[in-house]
């Protein structure tokens, strides 16, 4: 079964930090762009990070530039997000995602996992 | 940066009625566009990409089409798992950007 499986979230307070992870499965991880998405309660989605298949580009929101960082590890299929200087307005519901990336063509991403729950607050 | 921004933000229809949803970009996307519904507690579930191409196991019910700025997503008789909010996203070319439109919301009248 091709699935996503994020984990890492929790209750952080402001200025803190927290790392998510993305754990693949049933398809070839090392072909695929991953990304984070999130959504804040009752909001709508928001595109946080993208990483290309093998690590070597990343694109990141102007909102969490400077304070988070995406990666991979292909050996183990897993996506991570670093995420510091955490604020009030990152809480969120963040979901990751794969996409099968080409440069004419925009095959939007297919697959996500189940989400995973930051609160920021003190 | 583009934005991309959607209509109406909430429809109200009945089960086998047509619903048209539209995603207008502020500028040129081509046909760089992809369409997501999501129900409450749910992840988004990707319905169509490049525009006008549907993803795998979405019924031919749902449709897509337009280019540069204006698109639509037609549902020709909806059907009770239709009822949710739909989201329209775009990419940039290089380096890849990606914009959601804020969402429209299909609601049973």
């Known amino acids: 079964e091709v699935q996503l499986v994020e984990s890492g979230g929790g209750l952080v307070q402001p200025g803190g930090s927290l790392r998510l992870s993305c754990a693949a499965s049933?398809?070839?991880?090392?072909?695929?762009?991953t990304h984070w998405v999130r959504q804040a309660p009752g909001k709508g989605l928001v595109w946080v990070s993208g990483?290309?298949?093998?690590?070597?580009?990343?694109t990141y929101a102007d909102s969490v530039k400077g304070r988070f960082t995406i990666s991979r590890d292909n050996a183990k299929s897993t996506v991570y997000l670093q995420m510091n200087s955490l604020r009030a307005e990152d809480t969120a519901v963040y979901y990751c995602?794969?996409?099968?990336?080409?440069?004419?063509?925009?095959?939007?991403?297919?697959?996500w996992g189940q989400g995973t729950t930051v609160t920021v607050s003190s | 940066e583009i934005v991309l921004t959607q209509s109406p933000a909430t429809l109200s229809l009945s089960p086998g009625e047509r619903a048209t949803l539209s995603c207008r970009a502020s500028q040129s996307v081509s046909g760089s566009l992809a369409w997501y519904r999501q129900k409450p507690g749910q992840a988004p579930r990707l319905l169509m990409y490049d525009a006008s191409n549907r993803a795998t196991g979405v019924p031919a019910r749902l449709s897509g089409s337009g280019s540069g700025t204006d698109f639509t997503l037609t549902i020709s008789s909806l059907e009770p798992e239709d009822f949710a909010v739909y989201y329209c996203?775009?990419?940039?070319?290089?380096?890849?950007?990606?914009?959601f439109g804020q969402g429209t919301k299909l609601e049973i009248k």
């Open positions: 990483i290309n298949s093998d690590g070597s580009s990343t």
């Open positions: 996203q775009h990419r940039s070319s290089w380096p890849p950007m990606y914009t």
């Open positions: 995602a794969r996409e099968r990336w080409e440069l004419l063509s925009f095959y939007g991403m297919d697959v």
């Open positions: 049933g398809f070839t991880f090392s072909s695929y762009w």
